[in-house]
């Protein structure tokens, strides 16, 4: 039989103990994926959730370069006006 040198085994295990060490603390570790995997999910929904405001303020320009409802209502609306000939009536409680 032969004898295998104890040095030997104490690499082989510094050698395992450096090899595990990066698997589960190190550059690129499980922890590390499963946090970056979190932070890209997260950035795909805030993405989405931009690409459909866009697409609402997209179909909202079209409209006001389009038509005069739109901006009519608009002045309406958010400015108070009147168009010439209209008469405001407020009533209150």
């Known amino acids: 039989m032969?004898?295998?040198?104890y040095w030997?085994?104490?690499v082989l295990i510094l050698i395992l103990g450096g090899l595990q060490y990066r698997l589960?603390?190190?550059?690129?570790s499980l922890a590390q994926v499963s946090d970056l995997q979190r932070q890209i999910a997260e950035q795909q929904g805030e993405n989405e959730?931009?690409?459909e405001r866009n697409?609402?303020?997209e179909a909202e320009v079209m409209e006001l370069k389009e038509g005069m409802e739109t901006v009519e209502e608009r002045a309406r609306q958010e400015l108070g006006?009147?168009?010439e000939?209209?008469?405001l009536y407020l009533l209150t409680e």
């Open 24 to 28: 589960w603390i190190g550059d690129g």
């Open 85 to 87: 000939g209209e008469t």
């Open 2 to 5: 032969v004898k295998t040198p």
């Open 49 to 51: 959730r931009l690409l």
């Open 81 to 83: 006006m009147l168009k």
């Open 55 to 57: 697409r609402i303020l």
């Open 8 to 10: 030997l085994f104490a």
